[in-house]
T-cell receptor, first 108, second 117 residues
């Protein structure tokens, strides 16, 4: 059974780098890894996507090792506004599986 | 604003009622999705329409019936629901699925909070 596992919650302070890891042991060859962010009373919002190695955009980096059994979302220098739930999504066409989400709390 | 709107935002219905959820996207996308989000459970993909054809139906009970009359509108018709169907129902849209390509970026609406009494 395909599963995506991530920590339930994490705490951080403003200005720190935060790394959230997602485990997807039986990832399929065609699966990509995508991360979404969700604030209360809103739908999830796309952050970043990758297949392997490292991907970086203006808000985050995504590290995927060669075996692709896990992935790590890295948020540089978080601020209070980064407090949200972060979802790891694995999948390919027609087969999308979300993790349960990691609630990140950023404190001043 | 993500360009995806959902109505109503809140809905309370009895187990014998029939109601419909509506989703509309203004992004020119060709794929639309329904998700269920319950407390303590991951987002569950219910239905996917790509180019107005249903391409995914993840063993969803028949009391949920989707309808996609065109690429901008998506409905979820509800009848004889159970209390465990109470959840946040999210709609999303994206460019269409293309074989061999990564899953397209999805744009989510704010959701409809459904309570079944």
């Amino acid at each position: 059974l395909a599963k995506t596992t991530q920590p339930i919650s994490m705490d951080s302070y403003e200005g720190q780098e935060v790394n959230i890891t997602c485990s997807h042991n039986n990832i399929a060859t065609n699966d990509y890894i995508t991360w979404y962010q969700q604030f209360p009373s809103q739908g999830p919002r796309f952050i970043i996507q990758g297949y392997k190695t490292k991907v970086t955009n203006e808000v985050a980096s995504l590290f995927i090792p060669a075996d692709r059994k896990s992935s790590t979302l890295s948020l540089p220098r978080v601020s209070l506004s980064d407090t949200a739930v972060y979802y790891c999504l694995r999948g390919s066409q027609g087969n999308l599986i979300f993790g349960k989400g990691t609630k990140l709390s950023v404190k001043p | 604003e993500t360009g995806v709107t959902q109505t109503p935002r809140h809905l309370v219905m009895g187990m014998t009622n029939k109601k419909s959820l509506k989703c509309e996207q203004h992004l020119g996308h060709n794929a639309m999705y329904w998700y269920k989000q319950s407390a303590k459970k991951p987002l569950e993909l219910m239905f996917v329409y790509s180019l107005e054809e249903r391409v995914e139906n993840n063993s969803v009970p028949s009391r949920f019936s989707p309808e996609c009359p065109n690429s901008s509108h998506l409905f979820l018709h509800l009848h004889t629901l159970q209390p465990e169907d109470s959840a946040l129902y999210l709609c999303a849209s994206s460019q269409e699925f293309m074989g061999g390509s990564p899953p397209p970026e999805q744009y989510f609406g704010p959701g409809t909070r459904l309570t079944v009494t």
